[in-house]
């Protein structure tokens, strides 16, 4: 969340205040799912949401790894985009929500 800006930028948003909008962007998606996420607790349980955020978490850190060495240009960037964000809901639903 700190360095979204810069993590923007690097994927290719570019442009006036393009990389702070996608900042708040993520911010407001950080929110919703937070809100999401504490409305599952009691009907899933914290074991499964912890279970499957980690596995959420993992494979998207290890996709936008393999999409900044593999692809080019703004494919790279998108992918790297919508990873983030699934990354940010799976952090919500498990470690995010659950253990603070």
């Not at 919508?82 to 929500?97: D, H, K, R, Y």
Request: glycine letters at 8%; aromatic letters at 14%.
């Amino acid at each position: 969340m700190y360095f979204s800006t810069t993590i923007f930028l690097d994927a290719g948003i570019d442009g006036k205040n393009a990389p702070e909008i996608a900042a708040i962007i993520l911010q407001v998606w950080n929110v919703l799912t937070t809100l999401i996420a504490i409305s599952f607790v009691d009907r899933l349980g914290r074991r499964f949401l912890l279970f499957t955020g980690s596995v959420v978490m993992t494979v998207c850190d290890l996709l936008i790894a393999l999409f900044f060495v593999v692809l080019h240009g703004s494919a790279k960037g998108w992918a790297s985009i919508v990873f983030l964000f699934i990354f940010v809901a799976g952090f919500e639903a498990s470690i995010g929500t659950l253990v603070s």
